[in-house]
């Protein structure tokens, strides 16, 4: 496996195994129904067959009800971190 960069702030990079591509692709569905995201990469997952999808999703254009989970778990420190 490559090591990856880290996302810009706000950002995470989120990879989906499945063993069927309709599987993986109805997670990242649900994903994008609560954040902006960019275009799916899909990628066979291994020598025994499977899907694995990678997408990036930006937490700073999330949808509810992902926008108030995000804003009620973030922690007090978050909150206090220099701008």
């Known amino acids: ?3 990856a960069e880290t996302p810009s702030d706000g950002h995470a990079d989120v990879r989906i195994v499945a063993a069927f591509p309709e599987v993986a692709r109805r997670v990242a ?23 694995r ?5 930006d937490t700073t254009r999330a949808a509810e009800p992902a926008r108030s989970w995000l804003e009620t778990s973030r922690s007090s420190g978050e909150d ?3 701008q």
């Open 53 to 57: 999808l990678q997408l990036t999703v």
């Open 1 to 3: 496996m490559q090591p």
């Open 29 to 51: 569905e649900v994903l994008r129904r609560c954040f902006a995201t960019t275009e799916q990469r899909s990628y066979p997952a291994g020598s025994t067959g499977g899907t």
């Open 80 to 82: 206090r971190r220099p």
